[in-house]
Every structure is written in C-alpha cells, then in structure tokens.
C-alpha cells in the first residue's frame, strides 16, 4: 500500500502563484511515475502533470508553460508549482502514484482562483 498526502492548496488571485506538495509514504519502492490530477465541479477527473521515475514530465496543454512538476532527490515528495493561476484552475487537485498494477490516491487539496 502507498499513502498519499497533500498539501498547498488555498485561495489566491487571478494571475498568482501556489506550490502544491504530494508526500508519499507505505510501500513507496515501486513506485514508477507520480502526478497530479484535477477535478472541478460537474467535471471529469483530468490529468495535469506526470513525471516518471526517470524524470520524464508530461503536461496536460492547458497548463504547459505554467506549472512544473518536479520531485525531491529521495523520490518520495512530488512538487506543482503553479504560476499565472486563472479562475479555470479552479479544482480539487489530487496526487497519485502508480505502483506495478496498482494506482494510489491521495485525498485531494482544492485550488481556488477568485479575485
């Protein structure tokens, strides 16, 4: 089993910036790729960033050029740094972890974006 736990999210205004933490714990060896993934309200869950256990990254268009996803040296805390927020971010953001054929879940940080 792998434990997810997120921090960082909050409310910010149009055009601001937040750093989101993902800390995992558990049966962490494994793990091949992290990432994050959003939902907002009436939507379907959508991913935003992925990096793998190489560093290979991938982004989801909308937020290319603005978030980063990166991951400590120790490979057990993944980072999305956020720039140039807009009220479109607005959602709950979720870690995730994929672990041969098993995919974990974290409990969700939301993101508001509101002036």
């Known amino acids: 089993q792998v434990q997810l736990v997120e921090s960082g999210g909050g409310l910010v205004q149009p055009g601001e910036s937040l750093r989101l933490s993902c800390a995992a714990s558990g049966s962490i060896a494994g793990i091949a790729a992290m990432g994050w993934y959003r939902q907002a309200p009436g939507k379907q869950r959508e991913m935003v960033a992925t990096i793998t256990n190489s560093d290979s990254t991938n982004y989801a268009d909308s937020v290319k050029g603005r978030f980063t996803i990166s991951r400590d040296n120790a490979k057990i805390t993944v980072y999305l740094q956020m720039n140039n927020l807009n009220p479109e971010d607005t959602a709950a953001y979720y870690c995730?972890?994929?672990?041969?054929?098993?995919?974990?879940w974290g409990q969700g940080t939301q993101v508001t974006v509101s002036s």
């Open positions: 995730s972890a994929a672990r041969f054929s098993d995919v974990y």
